[in-house]
């Protein structure tokens, strides 16, 4: 067994480069299953923008069934980390074997549920008559595959969190590509339009999954998964601290479905699927904003909370400190990439030339302020890496209400296109209140261990 990270001992600046840039690398190709999905699906002859408005609307719901990976994953792979650094190789064995039956099981329990409510769902959160029946077909198939998407992105933390940052990325690659090249066969060659699209997807999250499946039954792993020992203790720590994650990413999701339906309300019949279509193109960009990033800062939280469980708590300390300056640094990139290619990839999706206009305006106004949304990810997923759950859990809630209050009262007050300001809004008050928080509490926090 050869480790490509030694979490207690390498160098700091060594380890966080080595494990957030894969982290990152990998956050970043899986952005290209839906970015590559709408961006053919937006290209298909004569239906492409009500198309791309359909599967805009199932995007949200399916990253939010999506979402239980990582309150399993994030909310497990912490907990494996501190047991693997206070040397309980045990404990971390049945870490793993818990939660890999809960993502079993939640696959089964979300896809029982959800098949049947799938059309009053859809409409409530935003489809029109002309967009339901492209966001039902793109939405049935896509959660016929809910289980691969699960283990694919939650069972992979364990293979990070156990210092395999590069396997990691390659089981994104490789269901990300398989995705690249699959769409268009499907989509135009086959000639199955959205639901080609949807397929090409299951069947890349099904390769993913396979792939860390392999790699985490296998003897190369410190802890691989195991049967037995399950115990509602080690379910309930996990889903604590999974919680805020999940909630997270559940959350802006929810976000994004109620903005879709304030859009249709406020745009009405001349302008809401457009403008929803519109919203689709820029959270398309947002996405690559904003998984990248959870790819630097959760990627990195085994580095926090295996030396936190160390008890090395300089190591936590010097960690974070360059944690935040990636971070930050991403963000700054993205802010310019969103002023000088803004056309360039809302021309990705459509040639509609009003389209174009309004999708490039809202990514400038979307982007203008996420440097100090970069602070406020890794702070979050750093009191997250520690299981300080009573300061992370708060603090993304309050972004998250700013938010939500913001997509009401603009567009009721400015008009339908006021809405996209609710995002700067939020990455500045949210991460404001973050700061403080982090001063105050964080040293108190390591002095107190």
Known sequence: MVMENDLGKDNIWKLVWGIAIPSMLGQFVSVLYSIVDRMYIGNIPEVGDLALAGVGICGPVVTMVGSVAFLV?????????????????????????????????????????????????????????????????????????????????????????????K???????????????????????????????????????????????????SYVVPVRITFGGYSWKIIRRVLCLGFTPFLIIAVDNVMIIAMNAVLQKYGGAENGDMLVTCATIVQSFMLVVTMPLGGISGGTQTILGYNYGAKQFQRV???????????????????????????????????????????VWAIGVCTLAIIPLGVQYELVDGFTAIGQVKFSLPLSFWRKLVYFVAIFILPAVWGAEAIFYAEPLSDILGPLATIIVYLFAMPKILRTQ
Do not use: H, W
């Open 73 to 165: 994953g994030i909310g497990g792979s912490p907990l494996m980390s501190m047991s693997m650094g206070e040397g309980n190789m045990e404990k971390a064995k049945k870490i793993l074997a818990n939660c890999f039956m809960m993502i079993c099981v939640f696959a089964v329990v979300l896809m029982a549920v959800i098949l049947p409510l799938r059309r009053p769902m859809l409409m409530l959160f935003g489809a029109s008559e002309s967009t339901y029946p492209y966001a039902n077909e793109y939405f049935t198939i896509y959660l016929c595959g809910t289980l691969f998407a699960l283990i694919a992105n939650g069972m992979n933390q364990f293979v990070i969190c156990q210092g395999f940052a």
């Open 167 to 217: 396997v990691g990325m390659k089981s994104v690659i490789l269901g990300a590509v398989l995705n690249i090249l699959l769409d268009p066969v499907f989509i135009f060659v086959l000639d199955m339009g959205v639901a080609g699209g949807a397929l090409a997807t299951v069947l890349s999250q099904l390769a993913s999954a396979a792939y860390v499946l392999r790699f985490l039954f």
């Open 317 to 359: 300390k010097t960690a974070q400190k360059y944690i935040i300056g990636l971070c930050a640094g991403y963000t700054a990139i993205m802010f310019v990439l969103a002023r000088l290619l803004g056309p360039l990839f809302v021309r990705l999706f459509t040639q509609n030339a009003l389209l174009t206009e309004k999708a």
